[in-house]
C-alpha cells in the first residue's frame, strides 16, 4: 500500500512538471511577441490576444505542419514582415506554440499582453 501511494505521489510530481514544461515555449512566445512586434499595433492588431485569437487551434497547427506560419503572420501584420523573416528557428517554434496555446478556441492569456 505504502508503495502504490509513493508511486501515484511521483506520477503526479511528474505530470505536473511536464505540464509546465509543456506551456514554457508558450510563455517564450509571448514574450517574444511583446518585446519585438510593437508594429502590428499599425495593423489593428492591438495586442498579442488579438493576434493569437485570428485564427483556431486547427488552423495554427496546420500552418505550422505546412510551414506557412510565418506567412500568416505577415498577412496579420505586415508591418513586421521583417522581422518574421529575421527570427531564429526557436522563436518561430515559441511564437507558434504561444499562437496555439491562446488560439480563438483556446486558453486565455494572462499577464502583460
Excluded: H
Excluded at 505504502?2 to 509543456?22: D, E, Q
Excluded at 488552423?59 to 521583417?82: F, G, H, R, T, Y
Excluded at 527570427?87 to 517554434?93: A, G
Amino acid at each position: 500500500m505504502k508503495k502504490n501511494i509513493s508511486l501515484l505521489l511521483a506520477v503526479f510530481v511528474a505530470s505536473s512538471v511536464f505540464a509546465t514544461a509543456a506551456t514554457a515555449d508558450a510563455i517564450k512566445g509571448q514574450k517574444y511577441y511583446n518585446k519585438n512586434l510593437k508594429e502590428c499595433e499599425k495593423d489593428g492588431i492591438k495586442n498579442a490576444s488579438v493576434f493569437t485569437g485570428r485564427n483556431d487551434r486547427d488552423a495554427w497547427s496546420e500552418m505550422k505542419e505546412n510551414d506557412k506560419i510565418v506567412n500568416q503572420w505577415k498577412e496579420l501584420c505586415p508591418s513586421a514582415a521583417k522581422k518574421f523573416d529575421k527570427m531564429k528557428k526557436k522563436d518561430i517554434e515559441d511564437l507558434a506554440d504561444f499562437c496555439w496555446q491562446y488560439a480563438s478556441d483556446g486558453d486565455f492569456p494572462t499577464g502583460k499582453d
